[in-house]
């Protein structure tokens, strides 16, 4: 039988919860989708807003409302 090798997406532990269960990425940009919209419905992602500056964060966690860099 063939080893199908599946990789999950990389998602960081959040400090505070300490799992990656809850966190999901920050989006940034101008442009919003109709399937970037669907995913936040379904809290896979959260949109950032338009510009990004350097130290904002792009991590989430749902579980404790904590944002945060890598």
């Known amino acids: 039988m063939a080893r199908i090798?599946?990789?999950k997406?990389?998602?960081?532990?959040?400090?505070?919860?300490r799992t990656n269960k809850f966190v999901v990425p920050i989006v940034y940009g101008a442009r919003v989708s109709e399937e970037l919209l669907e995913k936040e419905q379904k809290d896979e992602i959260v949109l950032g807003g338009v510009a990004r500056?350097?130290?904002?964060?792009n991590w989430h966690c749902k579980g404790c409302g904590w944002?945060?860099?890598r």
């Open 9 to 17: 997406p990389f998602r960081p532990r959040c400090k505070y919860c």
């Open 67 to 69: 944002e945060f860099l």
């Open 53 to 57: 500056s350097v130290d904002a964060p």
């Open 5 to 7: 090798n599946r990789k």
